[in-house]
């Protein structure tokens, strides 16, 4: 392993130079800096990360705690922090919780030990208190799913409004049965999504509600989701989705049974992934402005860190969804259309 004795041999300098001079020290002229990086880059020196902790200089890591990064959802969050760090100065460091609670402990006292600079973390429904403890001693944020134990500081979606939207097309469309494919109501987006779907739904006028709680990172459950909501009599005419990866299971399934799309059945699904604008005739879907938020949310924090701004008060930032409208959704079968009067 390549030291800083090393390299000040390389380049006959004492060792308190060299290391000055890997840390960009002002005293240390620039031509000095320059060979001293020379030889390091040839000699192979890493840095020690720890050490220079020790030594009082703060860590430039940020820890993201996501649920699962097969999800298109949290890959594009993670992109687009990882270009926005990178820019500041700051490397993202990645750990996934598969939505367990004990996984998210485990990475919460890992990213601790590390004594990252800050976390960004999505949170599980129910985090143990001592990740609740290990966060209040790192700068943190919540990022989508919010949870007043871990704190005020929030970047999210307005979960009731965009589905209330979703729902609300489909009632004006006609439609009598809505069914509606959400994630649990023991997380936190899942509560708000669904009291959309129910507000739309009374404020409709719709009584028949068809619900289906299912795991938010399960592309399978979608799939069955979809199948016991089809079987049920009279089936619903019309489905809203709640979560990106049980939209891919109920859109395979869909294809899978031969359901005409939205001759016998129209869809709204969620997230706007590049395939669903060709799948059959066009998915209408909600739409949310992910690179966006996720930029504002890694530049939010890099300023705290910045700042030291940790007594400063509540930070909180809602961004809308979208519906976009395309060929997915149309009035119901004729059967099933309300009659007037």
């Known amino acids: 392993m390549v030291t800083t004795k090393d390299i000040a041999e390389r380049v006959e300098l004492s060792v308190s130079t060299v290391g000055r001079a890997l840390a960009d020290d002002q005293r240390i002229s620039d031509a000095t800096k320059l060979r001293v990086r020379q030889a390091a880059a040839e000699l192979g020196y890493v840095g020690n ?114 589905i209330a939207q979703a729902t609300t097309h489909l009632i004006e469309l006609g439609h009598e049965r809505i069914a509606y494919i959400g994630g649990p109501t023991g997380l936190p987006t899942g509560r708000a999504r669904l009291a959309g779907y129910r507000a739309a739904m009374r404020e409709g006028e719709r009584s028949h509600t068809l619900v289906e709680q299912v795991p938010p990172s399960s592309i399978d459950e979608g799939r069955r989701a979809i199948r016991r909501l089809l079987d049920t009599s009279p089936a619903p005419t019309a489905v809203v989705l709640g979560s990106v990866q049980p939209t891919l299971g109920v859109l395979d399934e869909l294809r899978v049974l031969g359901v005409e799309v ?16 060709w799948w059959g005739p066009g998915l209408s879907t909600i739409s949310l402005p992910l690179q966006e938020m996720a930029e504002a949310c890694g530049l939010w924090l890099v300023h705290r860190l910045a700042n030291d ?31 007037a009067g």
Not at 69 to 93: D, V
Not at 262 to 277: H, I, K, M, N, T
């Open 49 to 162: 990360h720890a050490a220079r902790m020790m030594r009082g200089v703060p860590s430039k890591v940020v820890g993201l705690v996501i649920p699962d990064i097969r999800n298109s959802f949290y890959s594009t969050i993670a992109h687009e922090l990882s270009k926005s760090f990178s820019a500041q100065g700051f490397q993202l460091m990645l750990s996934e919780t598969d939505d367990n609670r004990t996984n998210e402990l485990r990475q919460v006292r890992e990213l601790s030990a590390n004594r990252v600079a800050g976390v960004i973390i999505v949170p599980t429904a129910r985090p143990h208190t001592e990740s609740i403890r290990l966060l209040q001693k790192i700068p943190h944020v919540q990022l989508l799913r919010r949870h007043t134990s871990l704190g005020a500081h929030w970047f999210g979606t307005d979960d009731t409004a965009m």
């Open 262 to 277: 939205p001759a016998e059945l129209s869809v709204v699904g969620f997230g706007d992934e590049p395939a669903f604008s």
């Open 309 to 339: 701004s940790a007594d400063e008060g509540a930070y909180t930032s809602v961004s809308p969804g979208t519906l976009v409208v395309r060929g997915s959704t149309g009035p119901p079968p004729p059967q099933h259309t309300r009659k």
